[in-house]
T-cell receptor, first 111, second 117 residues
Framework: GNSVTQMEGPVTLSEEAFLTINCTYT??????LFWYVQYPGEGLQLLLK?????DKGSNKGFEATYRKETTSFHLEKGSVQVSDSAVYFC??????????FGTGTSLTVIP | GAVVSQHPSRVICKSGTSVKIECRSL??????MFWYRQFPKKSLMLMAT?????????EQGVEKDKFLINHASLTLSTLTVTSAHPEDSSFYIC?????????????FGPGTRLTVL
């Protein structure tokens, strides 16, 4: 079956630190992979996506590369800001377009 | 663009009453919408898939008589929590599927915070 595993938080970083949030997946077929961000009290916003192997999704300084050989889609940012504090969800979408979410990783960036 | 709205954004109700939550795709037609529930500090749990003009498909363990879903038009799906109880308090998020060429993408609403007293 399909599933997503992401590193548990919470993660606390100082401003300008490097961020990595690990995400691995299990899927039949060739899923699309996503990172969503949820700010306090709000819904999910698409951060970036990749639809096939070796694709790199990027947005707002965040990047993630679809690695089929390691079934991973790790989220990275070179220099985090306080405004990046949020919960990050890794997700996959199968051919039926059903979404499978990871458990979310809470990130707090301190000045 | 592809915007999905939810109304209300938050609602407080008494135990035993029913609450209706609306999910609208504002600038595209969505034959399929999805309803999720999010528990505090937990991931999203898919509750049901709502198809325009037909009955919703519920995930295992979700009571269809308690969580009534109606997808009456290509831009509107509603979730009604019937005879709500405190354990139904949660954050409910909908998403709508937009087909662009051969690719389907889901767009999420901002969520509705339900508190049952």
């Amino acid at each position: 079956g399909n599933s997503v595993t992401q590193m548990e938080g919470p993660v606390t970083l100082s401003e300008e630190a490097f961020l990595t949030i690990n995400c691995t997946y299990t899927a039949t077929g060739y899923p699309s992979l996503f990172w969503y961000v949820q700010y306090p009290g709000e819904g999910l916003q698409l951060l970036l996506k990749a639809t096939k192997a070796d694709d790199k999704g990027s947005n707002k300084g965040f990047e993630a590369t679809y690695r089929k050989e390691t079934t991973s889609f790790h989220l990275e940012k070179g220099s985090v800001q306080v405004s990046d504090s949020a919960v990050y969800f890794c997700a996959l979408s199968d051919l039926g377009n059903q979404f499978y979410f990871g458990t979310g990783t809470s990130l707090t960036v301190i000045p | 663009g592809a915007v999905v709205s939810q109304h209300p954004s938050r609602v407080i109700c008494k135990s035993g009453t029913s609450v209706k939550i609306e999910c609208r795709s504002l600038d595209f037609q969505a034959t399929t919408m999805f309803w999720y529930r999010q528990f505090p500090k937990k991931s999203l749990m898919l509750m049901a898939t709502s198809n325009e003009g037909s009955k919703a498909t519920y995930e295992q363990g979700v009571e269809k008589d308690k969580f009534l879903i109606n997808h009456a038009s290509l831009t509107l799906s509603t979730l009604t929590v019937t005879s709500a109880h405190p354990e139904d308090s949660s954050f409910y998020i909908c998403s709508a599927r937009k087909t662009s060429g051969t690719y389907n993408e889901q767009f999420f609403g901002p969520g509705t915070r339900l508190t049952v007293l």
